[in-house]
């Protein structure tokens, strides 16, 4: 049988810049989410590079905090479920569907976190890339504001569960955004979700030929007051009433973006590799 190694929660507190631990509460849960997306980007890069994405638990650890890499949904939200239910949060994964440039129904290709906090359930996500999405109470009607001032809600879906909606400026998401009303991000259900279900979903996404995450180089990250996105030589900043859009011109300035604005180091030779120039 195997053995999970223990979780090394001061590690992964430093990585993202908490220095005291958050209360196992609403609050706490908002608070460790929000500083984990500040701090790891949403990338697909290995992807790109022919690698894969491995879910064990200890490369997903190695990757995003000692190499200081970012990931994707099922590596961001394993460690994000495993830091808080080392904190002692009641949480399991869920399977969800993303509707963003949807034109059918689409495959179950992402996961967020289910959390029981004081008999309520909430629902979390560090490993969405398309916007930030705060931490919200399960209920039909539910309405949040990011700190960027989007807006979500949830409510059930007739055929698809509980579906969260997002409205805000198209500029603080990943480019799938055009307009700022109300628009579809995933739906969900609460079934059980096995480890066996999110190894599938993983390996559907990071290899099926002709979709986002294998056609495109995709970086994201959660600023302060917006988002800064850069799929494949497209950047977009958004920061309070600060909006950069620039298309990248040459490997050296797209490895230099890459360092400076999210944090991931990597060679001429890896960037040569995305294909990009």
Same mark, same amino acid.
Request: charged share 20%; with cysteine.
């Given at each position: 049988?195997? /053995? ?13 810049? *908490? #220095?005291?631990?958050?209360?196992? =509460? ?7 989410? $929000? ?14 590079? #022919? $690698?894969?994405?491995? !879910? ?5 650890? =190695?990757? %995003? ?11 961001? &939200? ?8 080392? %904190? ?23 996961? %967020? ?24 109470? %399960? *209920? =039909? ?7 960027? #001032? ?8 007739? =055929? ?15 480019? $799938? ?32 030929? &002709?979709? @986002? ?7 994201? !990250? ?11 030589? &497209? ?19 797209? $490895?230099? @973006?890459? &360092?400076?604005?999210?944090? /991931? ?13």
């Amino acid at each position: 049988m195997h /053995i999970d190694p223990p979780f090394d929660l001061d590690t992964y507190l430093a990585r993202i810049g *908490i #220095g005291i631990l958050p209360d196992t =509460d609403a609050a706490g849960l908002a608070s460790i989410q $929000r500083a984990h997306r500040l701090a790891i980007p949403f990338e697909n890069l290995d992807v790109r590079l #022919g $690698r894969g994405i491995s !879910l064990d638990h200890e490369h997903v650890f =190695d990757k %995003l905090v000692h190499k200081r890499r970012g990931g994707y949904c099922f590596e961001q &939200n394993q460690l994000f479920l495993r830091a808080i239910t080392a %904190l002692g949060f009641d949480a399991r994964p869920l399977l969800a569907r993303v509707w963003l440039m949807a034109t059918e129904v689409p495959p179950l290709t992402h996961t %967020l976190v289910l959390v029981q906090i004081g008999g309520h359930r909430w629902i979390a996500d560090a490993g969405f890339g398309g916007s930030y999405a705060p931490p919200m109470p %399960l *209920i =039909d009607g539910a309405e949040a504001t990011a700190p960027d #001032g989007a807006q979500f809600r949830l409510g059930t879906h007739e =055929d698809h569960g509980w579906m969260l909606e997002r409205k805000g400026d198209p500029a603080t998401t990943d480019g $799938r955004t055009l307009h700022d009303d109300w628009q579809p991000q995933y739906s969900f259900t609460l079934a059980p979700v096995a480890s066996i279900d999110l190894e599938l979903s993983n390996h559907w996404t990071s290899t099926r030929p &002709n979709t @986002r995450f294998t056609t495109l180089s995709v970086v994201s !990250l959660v600023l302060p007051s917006g988002f800064a996105s850069l799929t494949d030589r &497209n950047y977009t900043r958004r920061n309070g009433d600060q909006l950069v859009q620039t298309e990248i011109e040459s490997a050296t300035a797209y $490895r230099l @973006r890459l &360092n400076f604005v999210f944090g /991931i180091a990597m060679d001429d030779v890896e960037v040569g590799g995305l294909g990009l120039f």
